[in-house]
């Protein structure tokens, strides 16, 4: 049996020829990181033990969580040139770090002439079709203020989808978008949970979550526990994204 085009290590031991065309093998994902110094618990997508596959990983240098979720000018062909670098080195699809970079969906797929998954917020409209009739989907980010329609448009969802911040809180928000050294799990989590529960309390027509945020993950059990709803987030969007990028072989 041969090689997968452009894939020589999918099948190591197998006769025929192995085709080339990539820097490296084996990784289909490539992930672009915000430039950050915050710590990134594994759940987190951006820590490398998150993922149950290879990731090729690249930061894009002055996309701070500040500039990305606040200001959002003048950074998308910094990820267009980052998104293109990944490619060359042998990603077959894109993934982004950041929840609000969903406004850059169209510009990185048209560029970068791979599949692209720019934001967790991509699932809300699919999840939403899995729902029994009257129910909606909610979505918690980390700061609900800059989450506007246009972002929700980006993502294919309707402008009226309910939203939940944690910038309440004094730990979750604070550390992100401040680029603290130091996060307390423990109180991060209780925030990110409570910002779940306030969300189904204020609308009580939500009957899934979609977490906008990819540093949210290694909370979403809890979420789920605490609101009895499935909790969606950027490790199922990547998990999700990546199977179709390496579909699993079925040898009889």
Known sequence: MKARTGDSHRHPGAAGKAHGGKAVYGA????????????????????????PFPV????????????????????????????????????????TNCGFLVLYQDRLSMACGVPVAASSLLQ????????????????????????TPRHLECAGARPDTAVEGTEGGAEFTRVLLGDALELDVDRAREEVVAAAR???????????????????PPYAAEMSRATGLPVYDFHSLVCWFQAGLRPRRFDP
């Open 28 to 51: 289909n994902v490539g992930m672009l990181l915000l430039e950050t110094r915050f710590p990134r618990i594994p759940g987190d997508g951006g820590n490398a033990e998150t993922w």
């Open 198 to 216: 306030r969300l189904v309390e204020r609308h009580r027509d939500v009957g899934a979550i979609v977490l906008e945020c990819t540093n949210m």
């Open 124 to 147: 809300v409209p699919w999840v939403e079709r899995l729902l029994p009739p009257g129910r909606r989907v909610g979505v918690v980010t980390v700061e609900a203020e800059s989450l």
């Open 56 to 95: 090729l990983w690249r930061v894009v240098s002055g996309a701070t969580p500040d500039r990305v979720v606040r200001d959002r000018d003048g950074i998308v062909d910094d990820f267009v040139t980052a998104g293109r670098e990944l490619v060359a080195m042998g990603a077959d699809g894109i993934a």
